[in-house]
């Protein structure tokens, strides 16, 4: 069993920057993919950002690719999400998740391949 617990949002400038935390409880991540999610009110859930530990593969989503970085701590229990350049559209709870890493790194974006979540960390970005 895989507990994530996220931390770290809170509210923010638009341009500013904010890093959410996700770690992991009883056991390390090496076995899973982790991505990063969000929802916003009234808002499907949508896909933020991917990565698997070997480093080589992360992914994003288009509206935030070039702000946000998805990134790792070396004893693979910790992930992180770097957001920079905030915009108002960035606001929602953000939400950690782990799905069993396959042979290839895919279906990152299919929010229904994640078997584990967090209990999600509010994002507000003020403009």
């Known amino acids: 069993q895989v507990q994530l617990v996220e931390s770290g949002g809170g509210l923010a400038q638009a341009g500013g920057s904010l890093r959410l935390s996700c770690a992991a409880s009883?056991?390390?991540?090496?076995?899973?993919?982790m991505g990063w999610f969000r929802q916003a009110p009234g808002k499907e859930r949508e896909f933020v950002a991917a990565?698997?530990?070997?480093?080589?593969?992360?992914s994003y989503g288009d509206s935030v690719k070039g702000r946000f970085t998805i990134s790792g701590d070396n004893a693979e229990t910790t992930v992180y999400l770097q957001m920079n350049s905030l915009k108002p559209e960035d606001t929602a709870v953000y939400y950690c998740?782990?799905?069993?890493?396959?042979?290839?790194?895919?279906?990152?974006?299919?929010?229904?391949?994640?078997?584990?979540w967090g209990q999600g960390t509010q994002v507000t970005v003020s403009s």
């Open positions: 990565m698997r530990w070997s480093g080589i593969y992360q």
């Open positions: 998740a782990a799905k069993t890493r396959g042979s290839v790194f895919r279906d990152y974006d299919d929010l229904g391949r994640y078997r584990y």
């Open positions: 009883g056991r390390t991540f090496s076995t899973y993919d």
